[in-house]
T-cell receptor, first 115, second 107 residues
Framework: GAVVSQHPSWVICKSGTSVKIECRSL??????MFWYRQFPKQSLMLMATSNEGSKATYEQGVEKDKFLINHASLTLSTLTVTSAHPEDSSFYIC???????????FGNGTRLTVT | AQRVTQPEKLLSVFKGAPVELKCNYSYSGSPELFWYVQYSRQRLQLLLRHISRESIKGFTADLNKGETSFHLKKPFAQEEDSAMYYCALRAGNQFYFGTGTSLTVIP
């Protein structure tokens, strides 16, 4: 149980275009979803926290206009990287919790490469 | 402020040797701590949490509030234990991760 599906697994896009990444909780309702960025052999950097039906809370230094997060339902959150640049190339991971005592359940991540 | 520290970025042990991955935390409230593991080309997955007090894949971790530590231990390392390990602290609805320790078990 508690499966989080993230799509796509990898994407290559041209500089200046936008990319949308989907995160779905398949068998539970995700009260809160988190978006992380992971650099090679480094830790997870929390980008933002989103609750269904409300605006995402962004971490300091993360541009909300560049990384648009929508949490339209209890099973779906999307991250849109707008006007992508090569420095946005990274591994993006979503995760979700199902309640107050729930651990984090992770998606399989999305490898974004901006050319 | 909440903080999770994993002092070792890299750790290598021989197969069959004991292994300990260190984790220290800083939190003013009652902590809830986790260990997550990421095997090569796989997603992060929960290994264990302190409230469960169980052993998973031979690993155990005890919360020591006096030393503010939650070290992960296994008496006999196996090659399949080679992975990236992250210690995490939950504070309300927020999770704070350490920088991770890459464990390599040498055959």
């Amino acid at each position: 149980g508690a499966v989080v599906s993230q799509h796509p697994s990898w994407v290559i896009c041209k500089s200046g275009t936008s990319v949308k990444i989907e995160c779905r909780s398949l068998d539970f309702q995700a009260t809160t979803m988190f978006w992380y960025r992971q650099f090679p052999k480094q830790s997870l950097m929390l980008m933002a926290t989103s609750n269904e039906g409300s605006k995402a809370t962004y971490e300091q230094g993360v541009e909300k206009d560049k990384f648009l997060i929508n949490h339209a339902s209890l099973t779906l959150s999307t991250l849109t990287v707008t006007s992508a640049h090569p420095e946005d190339s990274s591994f993006y991971i979503c995760s979700a919790i199902s309640g107050a005592s729930s651990p984090l359940h992770f998606g399989n991540g999305t490898r974004l490469t901006v050319t | 402020a909440q903080r999770v520290t994993q002092p070792e970025k890299l750790l290598s042990v021989f197969k069959g040797a004991p292994v300990e991955l260190k984790c220290n935390y800083s939190y003013s409230g009652s902590p809830e701590l986790f260990w997550y593991v990421q095997y090569s080309r796989q997603r992060l997955q929960l290994l264990l949490r302190h409230i469960s007090r169980e052993s998973i894949k031979g690993f155990t971790a005890d919360l020591n509030k006096g030393e503010t530590s939650f070290h992960l231990k296994k008496p006999f390392a196996q090659e399949e234990d080679s992975a990236m390990y992250y210690c995490a602290l939950r504070a309300g609805n927020q999770f704070y991760f350490g920088t991770g320790t890459s464990l390599t078990v040498i055959p």
